[in-house]
């Protein structure tokens, strides 16, 4: 200390913590508005932590959103995905029929916003005020591209819930979403799209990848497509992780947990994590689609032995440690490498409660001190060394726990305190000599100190830096010691000595990656893996007790022995190891006899049920195992639900066929060009040469066939009227629009010309003319009940696409063809649109009805018909009116306006893709039929009454 005050030292401010809120509503009644926190790192927005807010009717309190790379301001174009550890179920069939934390804000706080790191908290509730969610959040600063955010959770249930039955959102704690909205007409709005793959880790602690479609189709009555549901029974393994990502490499987003053991408290609960997974195209539109795909973690609720566990004790308590992380070029195996990391120091992360944080306990901790015995070195060899240059032999003592390197130190007679560097006189620089020694702790024996060691069993190996005569290290001393208060050994060096082995198979082939272990007790002397001759030097301590050899093929233990390496063995010990080996190949085939059409990798277990990992891939059918030592173990296939297990009893090369049983229901709708059902159809699907089909009368295919990719093709009368590509990976309904024209409409329209020619010819031989007008406007008002009232028209290439809206059915229906596909969907239309749809065909059959009640009453003066005349125009006015502001706001959000032209963007279904079309759209038909009866009632309501009959009527109506 000096006696005056020293200047704080400047360091730069790399990031930044600021409260903020949005607000925008693109399309009427589904905001788009958050109270968030925004996270800055050197001028970039990586992060925006919501407290409260909506997204297209869903709630976002603790929700975490990412930004697209390099984002410097907060728009809802600029994100890319979220991950939400908000604690929810359903308790309804509604889309909104949840109760979230993500609801209602109860508190929030900043902790700490430093220059390297930022920490806040919030606590949440739901609106039914039976869920409790406390997070406490910490970010750092990175200067590259991959980021993290960092989360320790805390959930509550507050009241016994009852989750609604089948509801896959269950209890969940934690989700990850990617995907967004795609629009034509509003550029703000096109947000996020969907990654192709779902990778996590399973219960056997394996990756598991689905593969995702990146556009999902629109299923009318069921948006919800399950990749993955409670039923599937996945839990995750010890250390777990979900991903979003582009595979191999690329782009990738992660959620990672410290672990599946999150249970703190929970009557009849069962601890792990479990996951659920689907995808949605909710609201679809020409022009607009919401495509999403969502991983869920939440209660381990469903075991096929007891069943769905619906019921959310008032005690339940779970507690974890989470990250999320985003990779923007190293794919999956960046996930791998950081999950080892977060787990690695997660111990370093604080608790929290209530009040978001508390200080932990620190552990006890002690001095082990190791005095060495019979090591010859040079005096202070390891310091004069470092200030010479020259290399003088010294001793180094490492410190292990479960073979783990924890710390290393040079043993010393005298022990040396830091030289001070800031000594500027003569006097300063020789008081700094003389201090350079720490007297107190000098020594007649060499020794080493470690300090601050936790309670536990650890290893102290001993090694000589420098020895003369060697290149390497030496390898002269082991002990193993547990540390339960501060304590003092003795450990004596010994010459190393060398332990050379050659490790060949049955055959005689070298045994390449075998793991070879010396070890002593409980604890690791030496270990390595032989190379490609199948050799391997390790070394140890020479010792008057006998070390135990372990030899391990692909984590199985295939050879064991004892030896001895006393310092009279100057040669050390060397011996040829054979060991037995075999191979397991197996074929896999799906119940058609194919090539599963899913990534269905088999993993080998052993007798204790750990994981040997994955099967090498030969061939789309053909895998096989490493070479393994004879043993016993069991051959695991899955896929969601579906398991296959084969025990081995390995005692040579073993060759297995299994036909993996997977087989799901899948229910085809096959509608027409309106939206209505196709009878009398046949539909075939092929896949990889085989082919099946199935004729149905009703329009409704039912399939039973193994997951996998399908073409699929649809003749009625042998006329090809559909073909698409179909995922089967679960049990489904799916719909297949086809270009059928139904006769329906042609039948009508055929029977309405017949009944205007009877009628007028009926009308003109009494001579009535103006019955004969009146009929026409009732013909054309019910033409256009079953015509297309609103329409797109496009193409490009060899791609045409159509567009129609109808009345009957009230559906909007989309059909796309070329020559490689003929296919369509339904898009989404709100309640509100429905309900104007219905309202427009009420006022034409109310229209209807009013022009036909003069042909049946007699009005010598008139006034009758006079007034429902008049209230038939209000009727077709209204009808007109109402179509056009409601397809009007529709379009807005779609397409952008009621008439136009240009590029939309249109999915094409079963093919993952999107077409750019050049395209003009307004409306159609049924609008402009209606609209030309409206003119020719006016006309005739005109025709009938000349001046005077008008100046009277108006007068009376002023009376």
Not at 531 to 547: K, N, Q
């Amino acid at each position: 200390y000096d006696d005056s005050e020293k200047p704080k030292t400047q360091y730069e401010d790399h990031v930044s913590i600021s409260e903020s809120y949005y607000r925008y509503e693109p399309i009427s009644g589904y905001p788009l508005e958050s109270s968030y926190y925004k996270i800055e790192d050197d001028g970039i927005i990586p992060y925006i932590v919501s407290q409260e807010g909506q997204f297209m009717g869903y709630n976002t309190g603790q929700h975490v959103t990412k930004l697209i790379e390099n984002a410097t301001e907060v728009l809802p174009k600029y994100g890319d995905l979220f991950a939400a550890f908000d604690f929810k179920y359903c308790y309804g069939d509604g889309l909104f029929d949840y109760s979230s934390t993500s609801q209602k804000l109860l508190n929030k706080e900043v902790f700490v916003d430093g220059n390297l790191m930022l920490s806040f908290g919030m606590i949440s509730t739901s609106k039914n005020d039976d869920l409790k969610t406390t997070v406490h959040y910490k970010y750092y600063h990175c200067p590259t591209s991959t980021t993290r955010m960092r989360a320790h959770v805390k959930h509550e249930s507050l009241k016994d819930i009852q989750v609604i039955s089948e509801a896959s959102t269950d209890g969940v704690f934690a989700s990850l979403q990617s995907g967004g909205v795609k629009s034509n007409s509003i550029e703000d709005l096109n947000i996020g799209s969907i990654l192709p793959y779902m990778h996590f880790i399973n219960e056997y602690d394996e990756i598991f990848s689905y593969d995702l479609d990146t556009d999902p189709d629109y299923i009318p009555n069921n948006p919800d497509i399950r990749i993955v549901s409670y039923e599937d029974d996945v839990d995750l393994g010890n250390q777990p992780w979900i991903s979003f990502n582009e595979g191999e490499n690329g782009l990738s987003h992660a959620v990672l947990f410290h672990s599946n053991q999150i249970l703190v408290s929970g009557e009849n609960e069962n601890d792990g994590l479990q996951l659920n997974a689907f995808q949605m195209d909710y609201p679809h539109l020409p022009g607009l689609e919401n495509n999403i795909a969502t991983i869920q973690i939440g209660r381990n609720s469903y075991e096929s032995s007891s069943g769905h566990d619906l019921e959310i004790p008032t005690n339940l308590i779970v507690e974890f440690d989470a990250e999320f992380f985003t990779s923007r070029a190293e794919g999956v195996n960046s996930i791998k490498t950081e999950a080892e990391i977060f787990n690695a120091i997660i111990g370093e992360t604080t608790s929290s409660n209530n009040e978001y944080d508390s200080d932990e306990e620190d552990t006890e901790k002690y001095t082990l001190t190791v005095n060495i015995h019979q090591s010859p070195s040079f005096p202070l060899g390891s310091s004069l060394s470092a200030a010479s240059g020259i290399n003088l032999s010294f001793i180094t003592a490492e410190l292990y726990e479960n073979d783990v390197y924890l710390s290393s130190e040079s043993a010393v007679r005298i022990p040396m305190n830091p030289l001070n560097q800031e000594a500027t006189t003569i006097i300063e620089k020789i008081s700094a000599m003389i201090g350079i020694i720490d007297y107190r702790n000098i020594s007649l024996q060499k020794r080493v100190v470690f300090n601050n060691v936790k309670p536990g069993i650890y290893t102290i190996k001993l090694f000589m830096e420098n020895a003369a005569f060697s290149s390497n290290r030496q390898y002269i001393g082991f002990t193993e010691v547990e540390v339960l208060e501060d304590k003092k050994i003795s450990l004596s060096g010994s010459a190393q000595r060398s332990v050379t082995l050659s490790i060949i198979d049955q055959n005689g082939e070298y045994v390449n990656d075998a793991f070879v272990e010396i070890q002593k007790g409980s604890s690791i002397v030496s270990r390595g893996f032989s190379d490609e001759h199948g050799s391997i030097i390790l070394t140890a301590p020479s010792d008057s007790e006998p070390y135990e050899l372990v030899i391990s093929l692909n984590g199985e233990e295939c050879f064991k022995e004892t030896f001895q390496l006393k310092s009279l063995q100057r040669r050390g010990y060397t011996a040829e190891i054979s060991i037995e080996r075999y191979n397991i190949d197996i074929d896999v085939k799906d119940t058609w006899g194919l090539p599963t059409g899913i990534d269905l990798t088999p993993i080998l277990l052993n007798q204790q049920e750990e994981s040997l990992g994955y099967a090498e891939s030969i061939s789309s059918s053909s895998y096989r195992f490493l070479p393994l030592s004879p043993a016993k173990y069991y051959v695991v296939l899955q896929y969601k639900s579906v398991t296959y297990r084969e025990e081995i009893d390995l005692q040579k090369d073993t060759s297995l066929s299994i036909t993996f049983p997977a087989i799901y229901s899948v229910d085809i709708l096959v509608l027409d060009n309106h939206g209505l059902k196709c009878s009398d159809i046949t539909l075939t699907i092929v896949r990889d040469g085989k082919e099946k089909s199935y004729r149905d009368e009703s329009g409704t295919c039912h399939l039973e066939v193994p997951p996998g990719r399908y073409t699929t093709q649809v003749y009625q009368n042998d006329v090809l009227i559909g073909k698409r590509n179909m995922m089967v990976s679960s049990d489904s309904i799916q719909e297949f629009v086809t270009n059928k024209e139904p006769i329906y409409p042609i039948l009508i329209y055929i029977a309405i010309i017949i009944i205007a020619g009877i009628l007028s010819y009926f009308f003109y031989k009494k001579k009535p003319f103006n019955k004969i007008l009146r009929i026409f406007p009732i013909l054309l008002l019910l033409a256009s009940l079953i015509s297309p009232w609103w329409s797109i028209q496009g193409s490009i290439d060899s791609v045409n696409t159509i567009t129609n809206l109808f009345l009957i059915p009230s559906k909007l229906i989309t059909v796309t063809s070329s020559s490689a596909f003929i296919t369509g969907d339904q898009g989404y239309l709100p309640d509100l649109f429905i309900t104007m749809i219905q309202s427009i065909i009420g006022l034409i059959a109310i229209s209807v009805f009013l022009m036909i009640i003069p042909y049946f009453i007699q009005d010598k003066k008139g006034k009758v018909t006079i007034i429902v005349q008049l209230f038939t125009t209000l009727s077709l006015l209204g009808c007109i009116g109402i179509f056009i502001f409601g397809m009007s706001t529709l379009s807005e959000i779609s397409v952008g306006t009621l008439f136009g032209d240009g590029v939309l963007d249109f999915s094409i279904v079963g093919q993952s893709k999107y077409e750019k079309i050049p395209c003009s759209w307004g409306p159609s038909i049924g609008f402009y039929l209606s609209t030309t009866a409206l003119v020719l009632h006016v006309l005739i309501l005109a025709k009938d009454f000349n001046k005077d009959s008008w100046r009277k009527i108006w007068n009376k109506i002023k009376r």
